[in-house]
């Protein structure tokens, strides 16, 4: 994973959804549990936020966006960080059915409505690393 520009102990999560609204809730959550967030409402402005450092801990990201699809999304994330953790939330879990094999790892499907307990638990491994890598730092 490229090195942060500044030494956070938080992690930082990309949400992507094009209902603004849901999007900034859940920022502002995952805001209160100790994460720093960033928000996208669209596929290829979660891209083009990709491009730039210092790049993001976790996506979570809707399946079906406006302009480019979250798996794409995920498959750009993942080639710019091998590591970063990649959760789709989406009211239609069987669209992941056939595409996995090109999303890489690691992934999470959540389903709508969102369980935000099981989004946090998928994200304390990745606080643990973040609070581990600067310690080191």
Request: one cysteine or more.
């Amino acid at each position: 994973m490229e090195a942060r520009l500044t030494a956070s102990p938080r992690a930082l999560v990309l949400v992507i959804d094009d209902d603004a609204r849901s999007a900034c809730l859940l920022a502002r959550m995952l805001q209160s549990d100790g994460y720093d967030t960033e928000v996208a409402n669209d596929g290829a402005i979660a891209i083009a936020r990709l491009t730039r450092d210092p790049l993001p801990d976790a996506v979570v990201t809707e399946l079906h966006l406006p302009l480019v699809d979250g798996l794409a999304v995920a498959r750009y994330a993942h080639s710019r960080s091998a590591e970063m953790l990649i959760v789709f939330v989406t009211a239609h879990p069987h669209a992941l059915e056939g595409p996995t094999s090109r999303i890489g790892d690691p992934w999470a499907l959540l389903t709508k409505p969102l369980d935000y307990t099981e989004l946090l638990a998928l994200f304390a491994p990745l606080s643990a690393r973040v609070a581990a890598a600067n310690t080191v730092a």
